[in-house]
C-alpha cells in the first residue's frame, strides 16, 4: 500500500513520470514543434516573471486572470501602493532576432491570441486580433531567445507603437497597439577586475 501512495505522489508532483516521459524524450518533443515550444515559453516567461519581479511584500493580490477571459487582458495582475496594475506578458519572435555588435535587434507579438470585437470610443467595432490601448499597463518582454536567460524589458501600455494597418481609420489606429513590435538589446561589456 505504501508503494502505491508513492506512486500517486509521484503522478500528482512530477509531469514527466504522470505521462511516461523521460526528460530527453519531452526535450525532443517540444523541440520538434515549434508551436508547443512557444506556447510553453509563454507560460513558463509568465512564471518566471512573476518569480522574479513580482513575488515581493510591497506587493498584494498578485493574480493570474483567466486565459479564456477576453475582457480581462494581462497574465498578472498585482496592487501596488494603492493602485492595480495589469502585466501582459510576451515573448520574442525568436526567428526575427538578428545580432548586431552591440546586442540584439529583435521583434515581439504584441496581440491578443484569438480575434474578438473591439469597441472604440466613436462606437465603432472591429473584430480583430490588436490590443487595445489601455487595455493592460505594463508590457513584459521576455528576453530568453537571446542569450537563454530569463530577462524582460518593460514599456508602459501608453509608450507602444500604435497600429498602422490602412484598413482601420485614424482613429482605430490610433486606439490600437501594433502587433509586432520592434525591439533593441544592448549588450554592456563586463568589467574585469
Request: a neutral charge; proline letters at 1%; one cysteine or more.
Amino acid at each position: 500500500m505504501v508503494a502505491d501512495e508513492k506512486i500517486q505522489q509521484l503522478k500528482h508532483e512530477n509531469i514527466l513520470y504522470r505521462w511516461g516521459l523521460t526528460v530527453e524524450e519531452l526535450t525532443y518533443i517540444v523541440d520538434a514543434n515549434p508551436s508547443m515550444r512557444g506556447l510553453m515559453l509563454g507560460y513558463v516567461a509568465e512564471y518566471k516573471l512573476r518569480k522574479i519581479h513580482f513575488e515581493d511584500s510591497r506587493i498584494s493580490a498578485l493574480i493570474k486572470d483567466d486565459d479564456h477571459d477576453r475582457k480581462s487582458k494581462g497574465d498578472i495582475r498585482f496592487n501596488y501602493r494603492g493602485k492595480s496594475f495589469r502585466v501582459e506578458c510576451k515573448s520574442l519572435q525568436t526567428n526575427l532576432v538578428k545580432k548586431t555588435t552591440t546586442g540584439y535587434d529583435a521583434t515581439f507579438q504584441c496581440d491578443a491570441s484569438d480575434s474578438r470585437v473591439v469597441r472604440f470610443s466613436d462606437g465603432s467595432e472591429v473584430k480583430t486580433t490588436c490590443l487595445l490601448v489601455g487595455e493592460f499597463d505594463i508590457v513584459a518582454v521576455n528576453m530568453f531567445a537571446l542569450e537563454e536567460e530569463w530577462r524582460f524589458a518593460f514599456a508602459l501600455n501608453s509608450d507602444l507603437p500604435r497600429s498602422r494597418y490602412r484598413k482601420y481609420s485614424e482613429l482605430q489606429q490610433r486606439e490600437l497597439i501594433a502587433s509586432s513590435i520592434k525591439i533593441s538589446y544592448e549588450l554592456v561589456a563586463s568589467f574585469e577586475n
